[in-house]
Structure formats: C-alpha cells, structure tokens
C-alpha cells in the first residue's frame, strides 16, 4: 500500500509537468538548487568533521537539526495549503486501515523537493564522523530519525489544526504575523550578531582566541536543544562521539518518545478529521460590496479602480505587504548599523516607491479567475490600465513621501528631503507605468484567492523569476534621467538641484506612466482571450 501511495503521488506530479512547461523547468531548477545547497552543506560539515574540529560538526548537525524540524513544523501553518496533493479525505471512502493511511502519507510526504533534500542533507551530514564508523552508524540512526520527526510532527500539527486552518479569518490574520516574522528576520540576526560580537570580544587579538569563546557558547546551546524533541534525534552522533552513553540513551529515548507522540496525535487528528471533515460555519457571507468605493463617479475605468482598491484592504495578498512597509524603515535601520552610517535607511523610500508601484505588475494573475468579469462586460484596455493604475496613484505618493520624511528625520539629514522625494516619486510613477504594461503581457501564477500569500504555485518559480527580472531591468533602464538628477541632488546637496529632482521625478514619471499605459492598453486589447485563458489554467 505504501508503495501505491509513491506510484499515486509520482504520477500526479508527472501530470502536472505534462500540463505546464513552466513547472518543468520550476522543478528542474529548484531540484538543482536545492541540490547544490544540499552537496555544499554536506562538504562543509564532512571537511569540518575530517581536516577540522568535530566538537563543532556535533554543534552544527544540532543546531542546524533544530532549525530542519522547526521549519518543517511551523511553515506548514503559515503557507497553509503548501501541499495537498494527497488529501487524506479523497480516501475515506476506501476501506484503507488508518496506520496503512498514514504510513503512506508520511513516505509520499517525502516526494519532494524541501523531501528530498532533507533526506539528503540528514544522511550527508552524518559522514562528518566517517573516521569513527560506530559514531557514523549512530547519527545515521539519528538522521532517520530527525527526518521521521520532521514529517510526523509536520503531519500531526496541520492535522489537528486542520478545522482552525480552514477559517478564513485565521489565515489572512496569521499571513499577515508570517509576513512581518520573515521581513523581521534579517534584522534580528543582525542585531543577534553584533551582540555576539561585542560579547565575545578579540580576546587577546587572535582569530583563535575568539573562535575558542564561541564554542563554550554554542556548545551550551546546543547541549540544551539536544535534550527537546526538536534536537534530539540529531544529538545522538555528537553524544556518541562524546563517549556520553548515557546521554545518547536519554536523547534516544526522547526522540522515540517524540516520533511515538506525533504518531498518535496524528493518528487521532486524521480519525477524527475524517469522520467529521472541517466545514464552514453555515452560516453565509454577507456581501460587503464595494464600501466607500462604491460612490465614485460611474464609469469602466472607475469601477475597476474602486474594485482593485478594495483589494488592498481585504485581500491578504496585498494587505500583507502593506503591512511590511511600515517596517522596512526599520529593516534598513539595522542594515545601516553594521557600516555605522544611515545610507540604507535614507535610500528606504525610493525603494518604497519603486515596490509599491511594481507590486501591481501581476494583478491579471492576481484576479485569477474574476478576471472573466472584464472580459464579458467588455472593458477596454485604457479603463482596465487606468482603473489599475489609480489606486496606486493615490496611496502610493503619501506612503512613499511618509517613508522619506521618517528617514530624513532619524538621519537627521533634512538638507536630503527633495531629493529624496524626486527619487522616491519618479521611480513610484515609472514602476508603476512598467507594471500597467507588462501585467498585459506578462503573467505567471500566484497564490489563489483565499490562500496564503506565502504559497508558491508548483511552476511558478522560473516564471516569475522570469517576468519580474524583466520588469527590474526595464525599470531601472527607464529610470536612469530621474536616478541620474536624484544622485547629483543629493552629491551637490543644492536646493535649485533639489527641486530640479522634484520636477524631473513628476514630469518624467508622469509622463512614462502615461506612455506605458497607452502601450499596456494596446497589448492588452490584443491579447485579451489570451490572458483570460492563461489565467484560467493557472493551477
């Protein structure tokens, strides 16, 4: 039965690459990604367990162990719906014994990229102790393990919050936590290191001195987290390695107890789920229709600007990065920290600027199947381009020269405010006339509506790695005169330069937008079947 399950699974990810060429081509990259990533980690680890200090392959295999089972249990809630391939309720009407179900489950859950590679990794890892083959055959017992702790808590957790995961509300909540978690990790670390640093310290001037320091701390660490079930598994070669039998009995022991746990938990999560399924309240949705947009003037291009506005208030997909721009100011506060100088967080606000006017570049995608709406009510290209283009137009110039007026004042560098502000308005109004052009011809699959933002549609990769290279390249070549007079504003720190940064910004932008509009419209008049059928094929 198990094996069906891997013949069942193969075959509908076959069928789904017979279907796209852009899946294909998503896969093969992303394997050999992840290929590479996996082979450099394991020479890492086997040349620093050989030729280097095996005390610190035992804190990296645990350490990083932790960080494997952390992932694999917690991105499961905030990409909900990340793989549903095989859907425990598409076999209950089969007279399946449940432990069967779910041993095939946990191994088909293992046919994929994140699946392989963590098998990978796991067994690569543990040839950091090749030259102590009893402490090889121990960590291979713990790689085992660690991945069966991966894939069954993963499984157990989703399962039992499987009925709060359906709620609507819940998941444009936690998309919106799971956005500002993964904007504030890089900051975090950041200010994590260089409190390791000032903590530690260049005892006595040498490389050596400090790389001693750290271990102590590292190894505590790691000593703690080995004792949790999120570490124990891969503890188990460092505590062999150790000669601490004792230890490596009590994190074997907490390890079985763990993978035994999440076993049962499953086992009573999917009992239940599939005797009563989750569902809806019952109760139907109230139609909030287009609130206070419903009152603008009637007309095509109107109507579609009032429908896409609504968007940004109660679709997470774009709420979520409204949500982050608060946030970058702070982000680049703390990149600027490493240098010692406020560059990053002064170039915050044409950054704002050129994301907010490029986060429309795919919204025929985002409409998925809506998008039908267009084409039988016959709205023409220009009302489709505009009605795109003006909520940007209006939210996009106040968030952005907010975001300048916080950065100056942090820097304390106001003599830098007009030509921050030609920067920042200039490549708003340009990426924004780029995105109005190249959304009628460049579309590629994004999360469905209703589905966390965070999810990547199987193909999706290489596509939209495709279309938004394109789009960057085409932007920062049309904003080349408003960069070249922004850059010279700020080098000469002229008032007159400053305003001739303003003015270029305005009317140059203004003036591709609208060029950019003109052409989008024409290609989407052209192409409209086209699109509408691409978007309808989306998985």
Known sequence: MVARFLTLKLT?????????????????????????????????????????????????????????????????????????????????????????????????????????????????????????????????????????????????????????????????????????????????????????????????????????????????????????????????????????????????????????????????????????????????????????????????????????????LRDPRYSGSIAVIPLLPVIMYFAGQSTGSFFMLLATGPFVGWILGFSISNDIGYDNTAFALHVSSGVDGRADRWGRAIPMLLMGPLVSAATVVVSVWVADSWHLTLPLLGLTIGLLLVSTGVSCAASARLVYPVAKPGESPLKSPQGAAMATFVSQGIGFVITLGLSLPVLAVGITAIVLGSVLWGVASVVVGVLYGALILVLAVRFGARVYDRRLPELLQQVQSFP
Not at 230 to 237: I, Q, T
Not at 249 to 267: K, P, S
Not at 278 to 292: E, F, N, R
Request: hydrophobic share 55%; glycine share 12%; proline share 5%.
């Open 12 to 312: 509908l990810m076959g069928n789904t690459f017979r279907r796209s060429v852009w899946q294909t081509i998503g896969m093969i990259i992303a394997s050999l990604y992840a290929l590479g990533i996996v082979g450099m980690l394991v020479a890492v680890m086997i040349f620093v367990g050989v030729a280097g200090d095996p005390d610190w392959a035992a804190v990296a295999i645990t350490l990083g162990g932790v960080l494997t089972v952390v992932g694999w249990w917690l991105i499961p809630i905030f990409a909900f719906g990340v793989d549903a391939t095989l859907d425990p309720h598409r076999f209950s009407t089969f007279a399946i014994p449940r432990r069967t179900l779910l041993a095939g489950l946990a191994v088909a859950g293992l046919v994929s990229v994140p699946g392989v590679a963590t098998v990978l990794l796991a067994l690569g890892v543990s040839f950091a102790w090749v030259l102590e083959p009893g402490v090889l055959l121990v960590s291979l017992v713990g790689a085992v393990l660690g991945v069966a702790t991966c894939v069954l808590g993963s499984r157990a957790i989703t399962t039992l919050l499987a009925p709060v995961l359906e709620s609507r509300r819940y998941r444009e909540v936690v998309t919106i936590v799971a956005l500002v978690l993964v904007v504030m990790i890089g900051p975090f670390v950041g200010w994590l290191a260089n409190g390791v640093e000032v903590s530690v310290g260049p005892a006595n001037g040498g490389e050596a001195s400090t790389e001693a320091q750290l271990l102590p701390l590292f190894e505590q660490v790691a000593s703690v987290l080995g004792w949790t079930p999120f570490g124990a598994a891969w503890s188990l070669g460092g505590a062999a390695h150790a000669g601490d039998w004792a230890g490596l009995a009590g994190r074997l022991a907490v390890a079985l107890a763990t993978i035994a746990l999440a076993w049962l938990v499953w086992d009573r999560a999917l009992a239940r789920s599939l005797v009563r399924p989750p569902v809806g309240d019952g109760s139907g949705g109230t139609a909030k229709g287009l609130g206070p947009f419903g009152r603008v003037p009637f007309s095509p291009t109107w109507g579609v600007a009032a429908r896409t506005a609504t968007y940004w």
